[in-house]
Structure formats: C-alpha cells, structure tokens
T-cell receptor
Framework: GQNIDQPTEMTATEGAIVQINCTYQ??????LFWYQQHAGEAPTFLSY????GLEEKGRFSSFLSRSKGYSYLLLKELQMKDSASYLC???????????FGGGTRLMVKP | ETGVTQTPRHLVMGMTNKKSLKCEQH?????MYWYKQSAKKPLELMFV???????ENNSVPSRFSPECPNSSHLFLHLHTLQPEDSALYLC???????????FGSGTRLTVV
C-alpha cells in the first residue's frame, strides 16, 4: 500500500514563489506525478519525475528525492489563474495505476 | 476538451434508480480507469481496464458495475446507490507504458 501526504491548503501572493510538498511511502516506486485541478474541471498533467532531481517546465518545476520519499512542486511568478488544487500521485511497480494524495488547494491573492 | 469525454456532466438520481455514466476516449490509449473524488478525500481508484480486461476493482460495492465494450468506451452502471455515493466520478485513460493519465471532466453525481 501507499501513504501520500501533502498540505491541505496554501495561500500565496501574486508574483511570488510557492513550494508544495509531497511525501510518500511506497514499495516499488515507479514514478511521481503532479496534476493541477481547477474547480469543476478535469485534473491536467503538470509534471513527471522518476529519477532524482529537478524537472523544469516554464514557471513550474518539480523535484524528487527517492531516498527521502519526497517531492515538491515549485510555482514561480504566481498568477491568479494558478489558484487550483494540486494533486501529487505515485505509481507503484509495473503498470500505470496511480495513487493520489488528498491534494493541496492553493489560493493566490492579489 | 481533454480528449476524454464524460457524459452526463451532472446527474441527480434517487436511491432506487438505475443509471449509467459514459466515458469515451479517442487518444489511442489502451487502459481506462474510474476514480471517485469526494470532498476532502483523495481520488479513489475504483476500476481499471487494460486492453479491455478488468485488472483491478479495489473492493468497490457491487452497486457499481463497470463495462468496457472496447478500448475507446467505458461505462459505470449504477443501481440502488446510497447518499454517501454522491461525488465526482472521473474517468481517465492512459497508454500502459505512458507517463500518466488523461482525465475527463467528470460526472457530478448526487444521490437523493
């Protein structure tokens, strides 16, 4: 089984940087995903990490440390439209089934 | 539009009704999933179909019955549901060797 933890809510200011952490406990780790979900909409893929280190994609970056069971999503130059829930998900062993954390609701204020 | 289409978007049903949720993908993916999203709870995996065969059902109550007639279509048949089954039901698809899911927009289900 898996245990995935992330903060329930965070608040940040427009233009700032925010880091959303995710910790996990699993056997047979095979990748970590971040999704963004606006209220009433489908979750959309943001990033994927399977090796240690930082993956950068525009304003969004994701970091993974497999030895620590830890990942973070870094959002730079925050915009109001970044207000959403951010879901951390872990893939275990073979196949492509994902287990999700509870999500972090990010509120960006002017 | 994400490439995965779910209908209906909203559904209100009584506890004695029978209804079906539909999911359709035209991305060429070979796996499809049903997830339940309740308020303040993580996404819960309900069913997985890979190459049209069910590989995981995760101990879901029998009042939920999935059907996958081909690799592009997935149904969730509902009967005699309970109020606690009210939630957002999300369908997703993936390629087995791929890098995650493509989600549909979900069906918001309310059981009264």
């Amino acid at each position: 089984g898996q245990n995935i933890d992330q903060p329930t809510e965070m608040t940040a200011t427009e233009g700032a940087i925010v880091q959303i952490n995710c910790t996990y406990q699993t056997s047979g780790f095979n990748g970590l995903f971040w999704y963004q979900q606006h209220a009433g909409e489908a979750p959309t893929f943001l990033s994927y990490n399977v090796l240690d280190g930082l993956e950068e994609k525009g304003r969004f970056s994701s970091f993974l440390s497999r030895s620590k069971g830890y990942s973070y999503l870094l959002l730079k130059e925050l915009q109001m439209k970044d207000s959403a829930s951010y879901l951390c998900a872990v893939r275990e062993n073979a196949g492509n089934m994902l287990t999700f954390g509870g999500g972090t609701r990010l509120m960006v204020k002017p | 539009e994400t490439g995965v289409t779910q209908t209906p978007r909203h559904l209100v049903m009584g506890m004695t009704n029978k209804k079906s949720l539909k999911c359709e993908q035209h991305l060429g993916h070979n796996a499809m999933y049903w997830y339940k999203q309740s308020a303040k709870k993580p996404l819960e995996l309900m069913f997985v179909y890979s190459l049209e065969e069910r590989v995981e059902n995760n101990s879901v109550p029998s009042r939920f019955s999935p059907e996958c007639p081909n690799s592009s279509h997935l149904f969730l048949h509902l009967h005699t549901l309970q109020p606690e089954d009210s939630a957002l039901y999300l369908c997703a698809s993936s390629q087995d060797s791929g890098r995650g899911y493509t989600f549909g927009s979900g069906t918001r289900l309310t059981v009264v």
